[in-house]
């Protein structure tokens, strides 16, 4: 394995499958599957989840809705999907821990770095809920901090398109992947991969993020593996 210790990042879209809106159980222990196959090779698995399925806080202060209230609402939603991904994974004899970044102490552990850590070391899978546990901030920021502060490898940023395109691959049909593509061509050429905080936060600790297709069955694997595929963010 090239890897490892991965942070895998999973929106909250993802989850839905082919549904409008929640979670779609089958896609949800087809993604256990696949994070099973990586822990059974000895690779530490960190994830963090969105929550798009469930609720945006964008979208409610767009209606109207205070803006910290309506992210403290996608917050919640992380934590629902981390639950859910939590029982899938369980189901799949994966150990896990769900640890939350707003207290919820019935619920998810908080989320605390050393425990983290360790957990990651006894080969448990850590799940990050809530997000970075403040309003005005995506998963995406969240997945990037947790990545630097338990020290993984890389971010595998888990996607239903295949990588990095010169445009979107969903509209522009001239669209061509890029297999490798520096942090500083993707802000130059105004490419989209995460939020420029997040993204920026990235390029400064000199964390490789890599987009790939996680709805094709092993995948997953194979990125872990150092196989070629998807498009990686460097330096
Ligand atoms: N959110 C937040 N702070 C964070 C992370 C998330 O307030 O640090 C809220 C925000 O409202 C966001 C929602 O949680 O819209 C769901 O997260 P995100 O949109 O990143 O989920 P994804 O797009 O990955 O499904």
Same mark, same amino acid.
């Given at each position: 394995? +090239?890897?490892?210790?991965?942070?895998?990042? #999973?929106?909250?879209?993802?989850? *839905?499958?082919?549904? +409008?809106?929640?979670?779609?159980?089958?896609? $949800?222990?087809?993604?256990?599957?696949? =994070?099973?196959?990586? =822990?059974?090779?000895?690779?530490?698995? /960190?994830?963090? =989840?969105?929550?798009?399925?469930?609720?945006?806080?964008?979208?409610?202060?767009?209606?109207?809705?205070?803006?910290?209230?309506? @992210?403290?609402?996608?917050?919640?939603?992380? =934590?629902?999907?981390? $639950?859910?991904? +939590?029982? /899938?994974?369980?189901?799949?004899?994966?150990?896990?821990? $769900? +640890?939350?970044?707003?207290?919820?102490?019935? &619920?998810?552990?908080?989320?605390?770095?050393?425990?983290?850590?360790?957990? #990651?070391?006894?080969?448990?899978?850590?799940?990050?809920?809530?997000?970075?546990?403040?309003?005005?901030?995506?998963?995406?920021?969240? /997945?990037?901090?947790?990545?630097?502060? &338990?020290?993984?490898?890389?971010?595998?940023?888990? !996607?239903?398109?295949?990588?990095?395109?010169?445009?979107?691959?969903?509209?522009?049909? #001239?669209?061509?992947?890029? %297999?490798?593509?520096?942090? %500083? @061509?993707? #802000?130059?050429?105004?490419?989209?991969? *995460? %939020? !420029? !905080?997040?993204?920026?936060?990235?390029?400064?600790?000199?964390?490789?993020?890599?987009?790939?297709?996680?709805?094709?069955?092993?995948?997953?694997?194979?990125? /872990?593996?150092?196989?070629?595929?998807?498009?990686? &963010?460097? $330096?």
């Amino acid at each position: 394995m +090239q890897y490892k210790r991965i942070l895998l990042k #999973l929106s909250g879209e993802a989850l *839905m499958g082919n549904r +409008q809106y929640g979670i779609d159980p089958e896609r $949800l222990a087809e993604y256990a599957r696949e =994070i099973k196959s990586v =822990i059974d090779r000895g690779v530490q698995v /960190a994830i963090v =989840i969105g929550g798009g399925n469930i609720f945006r806080g964008v979208a409610g202060a767009s209606k109207g809705m205070d803006r910290v209230q309506a @992210d403290n609402m996608g917050m919640l939603a992380t =934590i629902i999907n981390g $639950l859910a991904l +939590q029982s /899938a994974l369980e189901d799949a004899n994966v150990k896990t821990r $769900l +640890q939350s970044a707003i207290k919820i102490n019935e &619920v998810a552990e908080p989320f605390i770095r050393r425990k983290a850590i360790s957990h #990651l070391e006894k080969g448990r899978v850590v799940i990050f809920g809530g997000g970075t546990g403040n309003p005005y901030f995506t998963t995406d920021s969240a /997945a990037v901090l947790r990545a630097i502060e &338990v020290h993984a490898d890389v971010i595998l940023k888990g !996607t239903r398109v295949d990588g990095i395109y010169t445009a979107d691959p969903e509209k522009d049909k #001239l669209a061509t992947k890029f %297999d490798y593509i520096t942090f %500083d @061509d993707v #802000l130059k050429k105004g490419l989209k991969v *995460m %939020d !420029t !905080t997040a993204f920026t936060l990235s390029q400064e600790n000199e964390l490789p993020i890599i987009v790939f297709d996680m709805n094709t069955p092993g995948n997953l694997l194979k990125v /872990a593996s150092g196989e070629k595929i998807g498009t990686k &963010v460097n $330096l």
